[in-house]
C-alpha cells in the first residue's frame, strides 16, 4: 500500500518536478552563453551604435560626450557646443547651442516631462531644462567650487523625484540638488578609505540606482565605488580588480542583471568597456575601434533582448 501512495505521490509530483528541471536547463543554458552587447558609443572617434557581432549599425560626427538612444529610437547626444536629437536618417529633430557666456555643455539627457537637461560649464554654471521648442524652462546655479570650466561638472542626471544628481570633479563630491537649486545632500569621493585627495577621485557619472544607492565612477582615481543614503561605500571596483584595465574611467552603467559596465576615456586602442559582476568578475569587455577613449555609452541588448527600463547611466 505504502509503495501505491509513494508512486501516486511521485505521478502527482512528476510535472512539476520536470517544468523545473527545464527551467534550470534553460537557465544554464543561458549563463553558459557567453554574453553579447549591443551599445551606443560616444567619443572623440565617432558617435555609434555597435551590434552585438561588432558591426556598425549606426555612425555620425565624433567629439561627442554624453547622450542616449531614445524609447523612440532617436539619438540624443551633445557634444561640448551644442546638443542634437538625430532620427536614424540623421535627420536633427531637436536641438540647442550653448549660451555664449559659458564655455562648454556636459550633459543631455531626456527628462520625464519631454524636456532635456542639459548641463552648462563656465563662469555661469548652470543646470537647465530644455523645452522641445528649445526654450529654457528651469535654469539652476551649480556649486562646482572651481572657476576651472572643464572640472566643472560632467554627467547631471534628474532623480525620480524630481532632484538633480550632479557630480562636481574638483569639489569631490556628487551634490544632490532641488529644482530650486538647494543641495541636499553631498557624497564625498575624497574618503580615506580610498585614498584620499592624493587619490584624485574625481567624481564623473553618478547614478542613483533603485534600491536608493549611488553608483560613481571615479576618474583618474581608476575605480568605482557605491555609496548607501549615508554616503558610506557599500561596494567598490578598482584596478586592482580587474587587472589594470580601467584608465580615466568615466562613463558607466548598472544594468538589470546587477552587473556593472564602466568605459575607459584613457584608453584609445584596446579595451575599453569592461562588464564586471557583484564579484567583482570580468564577464565581458569590448576593444572595438569606434569605442576607442570612450566618454560615455549606453549597453542596449544583450543577447538579442533589450536591456529593460530607465537606462542606469
Known sequence: MKSIISIQRYCLQAPVILVFMGFLLTNLKLSSEPIRHSFLTLGPKASAIIGEKGEVLWQHRGGSRDGYVLPNDNILINWSQDVQELTRDKKIVFSYRLNPENKEIGTAQRLYNGNTLVTELGPKPRLLEITPDGQV???????????????????????????????HLLAFAVKEYSREGVVLKTFKTDLAEIGGREAENWPFTAIRLDNGNTLVSLTHGN?????????????????????????????????????????????????????VNRQKEIVWKSDHPLAGSVHHFQILTTNGQPEPGMPLK
Not at 572651481?146 to 544628481?165: E, S, Y
Not at 554616503?231 to 584608465?247: A, H, P, R, S
Not at 538589470?256 to 584608453?267: D, R
Open 137 to 167: 524652462a528651469l535654469s539652476i546655479p551649480l556649486q562646482p567650487e572651481t572657476d576651472n570650466a572643464h572640472m566643472q561638472t560632467r554627467m547631471a542626471r534628474q532623480l525620480k523625484n524630481g532632484n538633480f544628481l550632479v557630480p
Open 223 to 275: 575605480k568605482a565605488v557605491e555609496f548607501n543614503t549615508k554616503g558610506e561605500i557599500v561596494w567598490k571596483i578598482t584596478n586592482k580588480d580587474v587587472g589594470g584595465l580601467f584608465k580615466d574611467p568615466c562613463g558607466s552603467q548598472r544594468l538589470a542583471n546587477g552587473n556593472t559596465v564602466i568605459g575607459s576615456h584613457g584608453i584609445g586602442k584596446g579595451v575599453t568597456l569592461v562588464e
